[in-house]
């Protein structure tokens, strides 16, 4: 099986509001806007609700958004995962991503979890506050069933005839 890309989103949080929490700790709020390119296009729009350990520490993302599809599609996004503190102005992220979508050809995507990468890029552009992200969604170029492996990848989706990982 090889992974090849679906989709990248790439957004920004032109809005923001932080609370300190003990330990240290921080919850925070972002409204996050951008687009998708790839097998989805369109706009993305969405509200992320992260934890994080310290001003320089790990985040926990919690992001639930909506991406409106340039062919009319409503696709629902929900993911959550991991951000590492460095390297610093591209700090990793790692996450889960689940999608729900009401119809074709989105609606494969409906028993997927698909598992993602991306980065939290210091902007280009020094005046701008916000950084850019980019995230990155994955599909697969074979078929995989649970059988082959005796599990199923990380992005898997059960057609009629077998399972294909997407």
Same mark, same amino acid.
């Given at each position: 099986?090889?992974? /090849?890309? $679906?989709?990248?989103?790439? &957004? %920004?949080?032109?809005?923001? @509001? +932080? =609370?300190? $929490?003990?330990?240290g700790w921080q919850q925070l709020f972002f409204v996050a806007e951008g687009r998708c390119?790839?097998?989805? %296009?369109?706009r993305f729009r969405g =509200?992320? &609700?992260p934890r994080?350990?310290?001003a320089d520490g790990p985040f926990r993302p919690d992001l639930r958004a909506v991406i409106e599809a340039d062919d009319g599609a409503t696709?629902?996004?929900e993911r959550h995962g991991y951000g590492r503190a460095y390297p610093p102005g591209r700090r990793q992220i790692v996450v889960a991503m689940l999608h729900l979508a009401d119809r074709e050809p989105y609606r494969r $995507? *409906? #028993?997927?979890?698909?598992?993602? =990468?991306? /980065? =939290?890029?210091t902007p280009a552009d020094p #005046?701008?506050?916000e950084p850019d992200l980019v995230i990155d969604v994955p599909s697969s170029s074979g078929n995989l069933s649970p059988n082959d492996t005796g599990r199923p990848p990380a992005c @898997?989706?059960?057609? +009629? *005839?077998? +399972? %294909? +990982?997407?």
């Open positions: 099986m090889r992974l /090849e890309p $679906l989709y990248r989103i790439r &957004f %920004t949080y032109p809005e923001s @509001w +932080a =609370v300190g $929490l003990d330990g390119e790839g097998s989805i %296009t369109g =509200v992320n &609700f994080k350990e310290g696709i629902m996004v $995507l *409906n #028993d997927a979890v698909c598992v993602c =990468v991306g /980065e =939290v890029r #005046d701008r506050a @898997w989706c059960p057609t +009629a *005839n077998h +399972a %294909t +990982a997407v």
